[in-house]
């Protein structure tokens, strides 16, 4: 049966992850692994869960946890997250609040909620390959944001036609895939862009609790808040998740904005899924009301230990001609290969003959270029394996440039 006919246009654009297929090597034991952006399972507090959840299912509550819940989330979990998006500027209620499965979800909702076939979304070069994933079901057209350059919203609205600009998509701290944070003045520049061409602005704060050094960058909705007064007047919708700081397995995610989109996202939420598992919203209030901050300190000490090294391992065996990026947290590191090597090449052949992976960087540009970047995770790696995959990359890519020559 020829089951292409019968699938929606919009299947056309959804390809495997290179980045799913890649995690499938993780398993192999003399694999040195830096592909895989996911945190390290001996930090996950499951003691805690495993109080959390037996509490959950105790006499009192075990009906509540088992049963269907409202579509909005649990309320204990989303009073949770009003007080913190109030400690980062962000006043806000319950009414602002949805609880989505991960924040994998809450961009689904968003291209779901905006986009119309041939619309256009503007994104970073490169971007977060999920983001593309959950934007691409929706058929948009995709443009290139920089607000570094002076392109005004003129330009982009012309280049959207017959469609229009319906958002911009941005990880602002510790991007995945490049580790780089937006500066404030960009971040400003940012809103008077969005506010000129009346567009959302998708604020992707998946790693926002990860620093480890360097100030803190007031989000943007906190910063639009400051401009306009009210959560309900502004066009930021900030996604959150605790996959990076608690644990993803259990798929809790937010999204935070104003009451009208919240609204809307509800029914979708109705329409989708129903609500986010009930008992693993209990089990993720609990455990972040009793240890989120003390549980994010000791995971940031263990990460910028791997960060440091990677970057100290990085500056000793990388050859001339290679650049990378140095993150002020997060779990990634970007690397930029002299123009002539490719990455994916690369990768086969450090598969091959070094063992170690990491993921291409061209995944994650909508037009397909960077094929001379890539993407390196310290999230997982303990620090002589960072020494040892670093030092045979360094080997690899000094050899690709002595063949070119
Ligand atoms: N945004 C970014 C930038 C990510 O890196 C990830 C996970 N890799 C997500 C969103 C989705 O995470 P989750 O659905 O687990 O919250």
């Known amino acids: ?85 109030g400690a980062l500027g962000i006043p806000c209620s319950r009414d602002n609040i949805l609880i989505t499965s991960g924040s994998q979800q809450a961009l689904d909702y968003l291209g ?14 490169p971007t977060y390959l999920g983001a593309l994933g959950a934007f691409n079901a929706y058929e948009p057209r995709y443009d290139r944001l920089d607000p570094q350059t002076n392109r005004g919203a003129d330009d982009y609205a012309r280049a959207a036609q017959p469609g229009r600009v319906k958002f911009a998509y ?18 400003d520049r940012m809103i008077d862009l969005a506010d000129e061409m009346d567009i959302a602005i998708i604020e992707d704060a998946a790693y926002q609790s990860l620093r480890y050094d360097g100030a803190a960058l007031a989000p943007v909705l906190a910063r639009e808040i400051a401009r306009k007064g009210d959560i309900d007047a502004c066009r930021t919708l900030y996604c959150g998740s605790f ?14 904005g104003a009451s009208e989109v919240i609204s809307q996202l509800v029914l979708m939420k109705q329409a989708a899924d129903l609500h986010s598992s009930t008992i693993n919203q209990m089990a993720i209030a609990q455990v972040a ?20 090294r990677m970057l100290a391992a990085l500056s000793q065996h990388m050859p001339d001609g290679v650049s990378w990026t140095r993150p002020e947290g997060g779990m990634f590191i970007w690397l930029t290969l002299p123009s002539h090597l490719r990455s994916d090449d690369l990768l086969a052949q450090s598969l091959r003959s070094e063992r170690v992976a990491f993921v291409p960087g061209h995944a994650f540009f909508a037009d397909g270029s960077g094929t001379n970047t890539l993407r390196l995770s310290f999230s997982r790696a303990d620090e002589a394996s960072i020494d040892e995959g670093i030092a045979r990359l360094g080997r690899l890519i000094a050899a690709g440039l002595a063949d070119g020559d």
């Open 1 to 85: 049966m020829d089951w292409q006919q019968i699938f929606a246009t919009r299947t056309a654009r959804m390809k495997a992850s290179e980045i799913r297929e890649l995690l499938k090597l993780l398993d192999q034991p003399d694999i040195i692994s830096f592909a895989g952006g996911i945190p390290d399972p001996a930090l996950f507090p499951a003691a805690a869960f495993q109080d959390a959840f037996s509490q959950a299912l105790s006499a009192e509550t075990q009906d509540a946890a088992l049963q269907y819940s409202v579509s909005e989330g649990y309320g204990p979990l989303r009073d949770w997250i009003v007080g913190e998006m």
């Open 170 to 187: 941005m990880s602002v701290d510790f991007a995945n895939p490049t580790g780089e944070t937006l500066d404030a003045a960009m971040r």
């Open 243 to 256: 996959s990076k700081t608690l644990a993803p397995g259990l798929r809790v995610g937010w999204i935070c």
């Open 289 to 308: 009301q009793t240890m989120f901050d003390s549980h994010v300190t000791r995971i940031r000490a263990a990460y910028v230990v791997r960060r440091d």
């Open 112 to 125: 779901k909620l905006m986009l119309s076939p041939g619309d256009t979304a503007l994104v970073s070069w």
